[in-house]
């Protein structure tokens, strides 16, 4: 007897319910399902009773290589009906492919996402052809509105074109091969009875050719390195995370709308779709008339019967509702026609409908399943660094033991663990101080709270460095969470940040709009790329991409800033200051173009539309970086000294090139010769922004400077004897006045004429 | 003297293809209409078994939207950017459901009621007073009484009031004559009868549609094309049909057409393929204005050197149709031209006038 291969789509109603009906029918000796082998002798945790969705979660971690890994189960994945079904007519269930740490799952972060996405050109073809929008809107068309007539043909029709003679990936080769392996062995071992293997559908024709020959014994299960840690087990999941409008690699989209259409079928599921829409909206104030559920429902009938559905589909009821409730020109097209993750600046009543889709349906495991191994490995590591009580706890980062603590209670710290506080220690704008302190205080709140951190990785760290790469996604363009987010990963040591964290990162110092909140960010990088060493972050490359991305962004922005005479703003003149350090300290390693920037440097500082600080910054970024300034400096100077402008426009230039200010012949003089013709009312203006500017020189160069002009100005008496006052500052001040007043009255009477 | 008319009405120039379509129409028809929805949407979607052209690029669902709007009781809003082909979508949808998409109403400050609905002919209605014969009768008028699609193009640039004249038309289906009596009075609309109105989002001019009319009407946005191979491919074919026209022997070559168009897009969007975010021109970048630009970096390499257009062509012309006359996107066109960084247009930067 040979076995019956059904490919499914993953998370497919149409497909579970054919794989529950072909077992049934069968009744098979073996059912085998597309789903990590090692956790064949745990099946029985996946059956305890949950409520669905779940996942199995596979943390791996070795000394190159970290990974963490996804395979979700709803009520509706044909996965789930084939465990379920199986389990009913006794079959022996079985997960077939290579287990989520091995080498060939590396770049899989959702083991259920559709392998055909990666090998688009068959289905955009489909797609024109059929003339839909896009690979979902095709799949309803074909699969899940049609009467389930014939599906199982229609399914392997569909895959066998789809996989068509498309050049597979060597890692989709070696799951294949590691599937038809054990599909050989089970028909062996069932004799004449029925096998049922359930996989994905593109992987369908390569196991029906592979089934055929080779070895027949049982596989054997592949063992990670011996260095490796590794540990699989099952975590709650939630609708939001299944849906593909937010997420990366997942399967099919709107899972709340597939959960109805698996419950009740596509005539409820259509209604159900209206009302959750409907319902939304009007909870959000927003207008929804009874003439327009009526348009709506007459668009959408009207859309199913263009298209040839028997029911409205999903994409129908959504068109007939966008029809009938978008008011106004949209700015970004609609997400189901478009596919992938939902776009920002979308309508609202676009958003909601979306989000009704989606659901807010969250998984909860039986009390009865095994607690997530990190609160084993908390509790272990807790003891192991004897922070296991409460108290103070002051760690010197300096030595390594303390160093190997800190990281341990910024990892808790960063999941959340109740109980974990530090008081004082290196926070990322601050002077890097050495030290730490902590306050512990044990709590009954921990265990609940690690259990659902549990979902996030095996270990500490682990979990940690997912916990950060979250929120780094989460965060797009707010720079300032974002610095504080990439020190809190160095201060956990969670090591180097990898793949789609970066990209993220990188997106989000792409889109950044604020100057002085991507200064601190690239600041908090650079230090971090510098002081690899100290850090220990590993990160090397990773920041060095990072550092490149925010420095071309910056010039970008500064380039962009106009608006004339405003106050300094250090934060601006900083993002300045963090472009030309990295230009000083990382052009060369990574590459970038210091040309372009002193290019953007000489254009800001020539604008006249430009704020004064960041004209004297860019002044200074091309005097600094050249050695010599671009223009004669004294002209520049000379011509922006009017009392509204100098001090800002000096703020910017000391911060940037303090050095060559203080080295060049004549600068001071200058500037003492400027300040001195400046009139009274107008110093008084000046002041405020002046002493910002001066601000800028440590204290030793103030003190510098101003012994300079002592000695210019009165040959020989020491500064503090100029400093000290005997009168107070109230009394000289009203003295002033009172002379400003006679000369006024002289003045006026003719009396003096200078 | 010749008749070759610079471009025909749709009808006329798919004829052919609407005849095949006609023949092979098996679907359904919602009552006054002269294909079935189906084929119709072939019509603008194409059908290679039929040699019908594909007319329309863009999601397949929004025809599918656009002509199940035009068989309810709403009218069709089409909305979007200047250059997204409102127009053509417009006119093969008119050409499509009723077979002519020659009742037009061109939308401005200058349209009256009188060019809307109907007017006098002064001499008869002297003569024999207000009567049938006397009437002229403007689109909306001919459309309600044959039952046909009336297209207004640029509602939004007409005065609100002449705007409001479309409400009782779309939501009675009536358009009363006052001036006559008896049965004449009253011209109620036919099966068949519907408006495809279009608005571009840069007049900011839908906004200033009142709310009543707003409700009579199913709003859908036509975006610029998604898809950077499939407008390509579009400017390429437009601008070699041009530069034919044109007499120009050498067209630009593929690459200065790809930056042409990258250039476009990124300036359109305010986002660089990277997925930086840049500046968005306040200026007009569609597809249309990328086939003129193209035109043109064709017409100064040939004219003047007698060789395909470069770069330098192109950036020569991006002053004139991207920044217009506004300073303040000439200044981010030059921003954007610095940054970046390297390649032909980069290279090219200095010659941006002004």
């Known amino acids: 007897m040979t076995a019956t291969f059904i490919g499914v789509r993953h998370h497919s109603p149409a497909c579970a319910r054919l794989v529950a009906d072909t077992i049934t029918a069968l009744r098979p000796a073996y059912v085998l399902v597309e789903g990590p082998a090692d956790m064949n002798p745990r099946l029985g945790e996946l059956l305890l009773g949950h409520d669905l969705p779940i996942a199995v979660y596979t943390g791996y971690r070795d000394a190159e290589r970290r990974h963490g890994s996804w395979a979700p189960l709803c009520d509706y994945s044909p996965e789930w009906t084939a465990l379920t079904a199986g389990r009913d007519v006794g079959a022996e269930v079985r997960f077939i492919d290579l287990p989520a740490w091995h080498p060939a799952l590396a770049d899989v972060r959702n083991r259920y996402a559709d392998a055909e996405a990666r090998y688009a050109e068959v289905t955009e073809r489909l797609c024109r052809d059929f003339a839909v929008d896009n690979p979902d809107a095709l799949w309803d068309h074909l699969f899940e509105i049609e009467p389930a007539d014939g599906l199982a043909d229609r399914l392997a029709a569909y895959f066998d074109l789809v996989r068509g003679d498309a050049r597979t990936a060597p890692d989709d080769e070696a799951r294949e091969a590691y599937m038809a392996h054990w599909v050989r062995a089970a028909v062996a071992d069932a004799g004449d009875r029925p096998v049922v293997v359930v996989t994905g559908g593109f992987h369908r024709p390569a196991l029906v050719r592979f089934a055929e020959e080779g070895d027949r014994t049982w596989p054997e299960l592949p063992q990670p390195p011996g260095d490796a840690v590794v540990g699989s087990y099952l975590v709650p999941y939630s609708f939001r995370r299944l849906d593909a409008f937010d997420g990366y690699q997942s399967g099919m989209p709107s899972p709340a709308y597939y959960q109805h259409l698996w419950e009740s079928g596509p005539h409820e599921a259509a209604r159900g779709l209206t009302e959750a829409v409907t319902a939304r909206l009007r909870g959000r104030g927003q207008p929804v008339s009874t003439a327009d559920l009526i348009a709506a429902r007459a668009t959408a009938e009207g859309l199913a019967a263009v298209r040839g559905h028997v029911h409205p589909a999903r994409v129908d009821v959504l068109d007939g509702l966008a029809s009938a409730l978008v008011g106004e020109a949209l700015d970004t097209p609609l997400p189901w026609a478009t596919g992938g993750r939902i776009r920002p600046g979308g309508h609202p009543v676009i958003v909601e409908m979306v989000a009704a889709l989606s659901g807010d349906r969250v998984g909860r495991l039986h009390p009865s399943t095994p607690l997530p191994p990190l609160v084993h490995a908390v509790a272990d590591r807790l003891r192991a660094t004897g922070l296991g009580g409460s108290g103070e706890v002051r760690l010197d980062l300096g030595k390594p033991a303390d160093l190997d603590r800190s990281r341990l209670l910024h990892r808790l710290r960063v999941l959340a663990i109740p109980g974990v506080v530090r008081d004082s220690g290196p926070g990322p704008g601050g002077d890097p101080v050495p030290a730490e302190q902590w306050t512990l205080t044990d709590s009954d709140d921990r265990l609940p709270a690690l259990i659902e951190a549990g979902g996030y990785g095996v270990d500490p760290e682990e979990a940690a460095a997912a916990v950060l790469a979250e929120r780094i996604a989460a965060t797009p363009g707010d720079m300032d969470v974002l610095a504080g987010l990439l020190f809190d990963a160095a201060l956990c040591g969670v090591g180097a940040l990898t793949g789609q964290v970066l990209d993220d990162l990188a997106r989000a110092v792409g889109a950044a709009a604020d100057l002085g909140s991507l200064g601190r960010t690239l600041a908090v990088a650079l230090a971090m790329w510098r002081h690899d060493g100290l850090f220990h972050t590993g990160g090397g490359p990773a920041f060095g991409a990072l550092i490149a991305a925010a420095v071309r962004r910056a010039l970008w922005l500064a380039e962009g800033v106009r608006g004339g005479p405003a106050p300094a703003d250090p934060k601006r003149i900083g993002a300045m200051a963090a472009v030309r350090d990295a230009l000083v300290h990382a052009a060369a390693p990574l590459g970038l173009d210091t040309t372009a920037a002193l290019g953007v440097a000489d254009r800001v500082a020539a604008c006249h539309d430009a704020p004064p600080d960041l004209r004297g910054a860019a002044f200074g970024l091309g005097w600094s970086l050249r050695g010599t300034a671009a223009a004669d400096p004294g002209r520049a100077v000379r011509g922006t000294f009017t009392p509204a402008l100098a001090g800002d426009w000096l703020a910017g230039l000391f911060a940037l090139a303090r050095e060559e200010v203080l080295h060049t012949p004549g600068m001071l003089e200058l500037l003492d010769e400027l300040v001195e013709a400046m009139t009274d009312d107008g110093f008084l203006i000046a002041l405020p922004a002046l002493r910002q500017a001066f601000g800028y020189f440590p204290p030793r160069e103030r003190h510098l400077i101003a012994a300079r002009l002592v000695r210019l100005r009165t040959g020989g008496t020491s500064g503090p004897d100029l400093m000290r006052l005997d009168a107070t500052p109230e009394l000289v001040a009203a003295g002033m006045r009172l002379d400003e007043r006679v000369d006024t009255a002289l003045r006026r009477e003719g009396l003096i004429t200078s | ?354």
């Open chain 2, 1 to 354: 003297m010749n008749d070759h008319v610079q471009r025909p009405p749709a009808e006329v120039r798919y004829a052919d293809e609407l005849a095949r379509l006609r023949d092979a129409d098996d679907g359904a028809r919602p009552p006054g209409w002269a294909l079935s929805l189906r084929a119709a949407r072939r019509f603008v979607i194409g059908d290679e078994k039929l040699g019908v052209t594909r007319k329309f690029v863009g999601d397949p669902s929004l025809i599918d939207r656009a002509l199940v709007t035009l068989a309810t009781s709403r009218g069709l809003m089409l909305v979007g950017e200047p250059g997204t082909a409102k127009s053509l979508l417009s006119e093969l949808l008119a050409a499509a459901v009723s077979g002519t998409s020659t009742l037009t109403i061109q939308g401005g400050a200058a349209t009256t009621e009188d060019q809307i609905k109907y007017s006098w002919n002064y001499a008869l209605l002297v003569a024999e007073g207000p009567s049938p014969r006397s009437l002229v009768a403007a689109p909306l008028l001919r459309g309600m009484a044959e039952g046909r699609v009336v297209r207004f193009e640029e509602i939004t640039r007409c005065p609100l009031e002449v705007q409001d004249c479309l409400l009782s038309p779309l939501s009675d289906r009536v358009l009363a004559i006052p001036e006559l009596t008896g049965p004449d009075a009253m011209v109620f609309a036919r099966e068949g009868f519907s408006v495809i109105a279009t608005a571009n989002t840069r007049d900011r001019g839908v906004n200033e549609m009142s709310a009543a009319l707003k409700r009579r009407f199913n709003f859908e946005t036509v975006f610029p094309i998604a898809d950077f191979g499939t407008e390509l491919s579009l400017v390429e074919a437009e601008a070699t049909a041009l530069l034919q026209r044109s007499g120009v022997g050498a067209l630009p070559h593929r690459d200065v057409l790809e930056v042409l168009v990258r250039a476009f897009r990124e300036l359109r969007q305010g986002q660089t393929a990277r997925g930086d975010a840049t500046d968005r021109l306040s200026g007009v970048m569609s597809t249309a204005e990328a086939v003129s630009v193209a035109h043109a970096v064709g017409l100064r390499g040939w004219f003047l050197r007698g060789e395909p257009g470069t770069a330098a062509d192109l950036v020569t012309c991006l002053a004139g149709t991207a920044a217009k006359d506004s300073p303040d996107d000439l200044a981010k066109l030059r921003r954007y031209l610095e940054h970046q960084g390297s390649g032909p247009l980069y290279d090219a930067r200095h010659l941006l006038p002004g």
